[in-house]
């Protein structure tokens, strides 16, 4: 009797895609969670919008949303330059998490709420900027 092992690959692309995912939505509600636990009033105000109160749902579906468009257009580079897509969608990451800091400057909250949700961006940032982009083989 002969035994044959199966191999599944422990990294595979999904899963550590998915990890990235996870790992920047959780990341959020972390830093929202601390944020609310020392107090800070996540009452933001758009100019010519009323008041809204950021909860954590709405935490996660934007993290969530931006996670997973980050992964639509990372899988994207892939399909049609596949060499060029790494550096590309890097810069283009890096890109977009400086502009998603005009809201977060542009609205009427406390210092701590700025601080908090400013924080939430970098966060999401790390975890795909880290965990999305497949890892360099060794030439």
């Known amino acids: ?14 899963r550590r895609r998915a990890l990235a995912v996870a790992t920047a939505v959780l990341a959020c509600l972390a830093i929202w969670a601390i944020g609310a636990l020392a107090g800070v009033d ?26 997973l468009l980050g992964w ?10 596949p060499r060029l897509a790494r550096p590309i969608w890097i810069s283009l990451a890096v890109a977009v998490t400086l502009l998603s800091f005009g809201p977060v400057f542009g609205t ?8 908090t949700l400013g924080a939430t961006h970098v966060a999401v940032a790390v975890a795909l900027i880290t965990l999305l982009p497949a890892r360099r083989r060794p030439e």
């Not at 002969?2 to 595979?12: K, L, M, Y």
């Open 42 to 67: 996540y009452t933001v105000q758009s100019p010519g919008q009323r008041a809204v109160v950021l909860g954590p749902d709405a935490i996660a579906v934007v993290a969530l949303g931006a996670a």
């Open 108 to 115: 009427e909250a406390t210092g701590g709420a700025k601080l």
């Open 72 to 81: 639509t257009s990372l899988a994207l580079l892939e399909r049609f330059a």
């Open 1 to 14: 009797m002969s035994a044959t092992a199966v191999t599944t690959p422990t990294n595979s692309p999904l």
